[in-house]
């Protein structure tokens, strides 16, 4: 199985700054794609940001240009740069990984989460 774990989240007034990590363990074998997820009271978990193996990046549009994630393959780590946050971020963040683990002779590839971390942005 895959554990992760994040770490980052708080309490910041409105154009403010926070850093969120997220790093995974366990019988890796591999992992793909990675990302940050949120959801705020009421409604839907909805995808933030996401980063392939090779690095290639996609974000939801109400956070490019103030967004930006990253990864450290070597460390099974990704993390989310947060800047000039708006009290419409305020969420409960969630890492996601979709990750292969050693099952045997196998390799099976699952969608792993993260217990999550809040941000609240204050106005």
């Known amino acids: 199985q895959v554990r992760l774990v994040e770490s980052g989240g708080g309490l910041v007034q409105a154009g403010g700054s926070l850093r969120l990590s997220c790093a995974a363990s366990?019988?890796?074998?591999?992992?793909?794609?990675m990302g940050w997820y949120r959801q705020a009271p009421g409604k839907q978990r909805e995808l933030v940001a996401a980063i392939t193996s090779a690095g290639s990046t996609n974000y939801a549009d109400s956070v490019k240009g103030r967004f930006t994630i990253s990864r450290d393959n070597a460390k099974n780590s990704v993390y989310l740069q947060m800047n000039s946050l708006k009290p419409e971020d305020t969420a409960v963040y969630y890492c996601?990984?979709?990750?292969?683990?050693?099952?045997?002779?196998?390799?099976?590839?699952?969608?792993?989460w993260g217990q999550g971390t809040q941000v609240t942005v204050s106005s």
């Open positions: 366990g019988s890796i074998f591999s992992i793909n794609a």
């Open positions: 996601n990984a979709h990750a292969g683990v050693v099952a045997g002779t196998q390799i099976i590839f699952d969608d792993y």
